[in-house]
């Protein structure tokens, strides 16, 4: 099992900047992928940025350019460096830790986006 704590959510203005965190509970070379997802209201669920153990990221088109996945193994720490912020952003945003077949997500941080 791995416990994920997300952190980092807050309001910002259209054109900031965020940067969210991940700690995880065990090794995240353990992990075999983590991820942050978001969830607007009335809306499902979507995958915004994954990280493979090897390093291999991948973005959703919405975000690509503007978002940046990257791992600290020393603190076990997934980022997502959020950049040029729109209003469309606004959401929960989850953390995932896929383990093969066990995913384990945390409790979410919202993060609103508005002037």
């Known amino acids: 099992q791995v416990q994920v704590v997300e952190s980092g959510g807050g309001l910002v203005q259209p054109g900031g900047s965020l940067r969210l965190s991940c700690a995880a509970s065990r090794n995240i070379f353990s992990i075999l992928v983590m991820a942050w997802y978001r969830q607007a209201p009335g809306k499902q669920r979507e995958l915004v940025a994954a990280i493979t153990r090897e390093g291999s990221a991948h973005y959703a088109d919405s975000v690509e350019g503007r978002f940046t996945i990257s791992t600290d193994n020393a603190r076990n720490t997934v980022y997502l460096q959020m950049n040029s912020l729109k209003p469309e952003s606004t959401a929960v945003y989850y953390c995932?830790?896929?383990?093969?077949?066990?995913?384990?997500w945390g409790q979410g941080t919202q993060v609103a986006v508005s002037s």
């Open positions: 995932n830790a896929s383990m093969g077949q066990l995913g384990y």
